[in-house]
């Protein structure tokens, strides 16, 4: 089993629709929670930090469940520019190291 | 102010041969990771480096090594290369290391054929 694991996808949605992504982590000692934006060919950006209590920045709404192990990101009025692979990302600390762990990422294509 | 800059942007090798891959961090952080990015995969953690010394080390061979220089820029080291390590090669920084975001360099495209 994947340490984290996230649906693949490729979501196609229409320009302005809102898409929902889901991640689900199995290391329950994992401490922080992270969505990375990814563009073609390019390296991995910081979305947003995820907390237990939510947090919201713009179109974009991060949830984190430690009970569930479960974090997910919601786009509310999709544009053409957020067209890419979004890649949920667990921080674990091992030993003095702080690991990120990937997701495979969702691929999200917005439509004209 | 720059970002992580990593060099070279691309690089072609032929199995066995070694290769070398530097990154140096943005001004004032002092944690260097190395990860290894598959075709279709997210990033594998490779290496973390805090203060020149070696913090962590992910599920890689021993051809695999890295060090971390007094102005905190790094080098990652590939030996005896195999055409499975052709990859995308990312450098992360940050300012400790300790929970805090990690910023991704731009990343080396080895080939190895």
């Known amino acids: 089993r994947k340490e984290v694991e996230q649906d693949p996808g490729p979501f196609n949605v229409p320009e302005g629709a809102t898409v929902a992504f889901n991640c689900t982590y199995s290391?329950?000692?994992?401490?922080?929670f992270f969505w990375y934006r990814q563009d073609c060919r390019k390296e991995p950006k910081l979305l947003m930090s995820v907390y237990s209590s939510g947090n919201e920045d713009g179109r974009f709404t991060a949830q984190l469940n430690r009970a569930s192990q479960y974090i997910s990101l919601l786009i509310r009025d999709s544009k053409l520019s957020d067209s890419a692979t979004y890649l949920c990302?667990?921080?674990?600390?091992?030993?003095?190291?702080?690991?990120?762990?990937f997701g495979s990422g969702t691929q999200l294509t917005v439509l004209p | 102010d720059a970002g992580v800059t990593q060099s070279p942007t691309h690089l072609i090798k032929t199995r066995g041969q070694h290769v070398t891959l530097r990154c140096s961090p943005i001004?004032?952080?002092?944690?260097v990771s190395w990860y290894q990015q598959v075709l279709g995969q997210g990033p594998q953690f490779i290496f973390q480096?805090?203060?020149?010394?070696?913090?962590g080390r992910g599920n890689f061979p021993d051809r695999f090594s890295a060090r971390q220089f007094p102005n905190y820029s790094s080098e990652l080291n590939v030996n005896a290369l195999l055409l499975g390590d052709s990859a995308l090669y990312l450098c992360a920084s940050s300012f400790q290391g300790l929970g805090e975001t990690q910023y991704f360099g731009p990343g080396t495209r080895l080939l190895v054929l």
């Open positions: 290391n329950s000692a994992s401490q922080s």
């Open positions: 480096y805090y203060e020149k010394e070696e913090r």
């Open positions: 001004s004032g952080h002092k944690s």
């Open positions: 990302v667990v921080m674990q600390f091992s030993g003095s190291a702080r690991q990120l762990t």
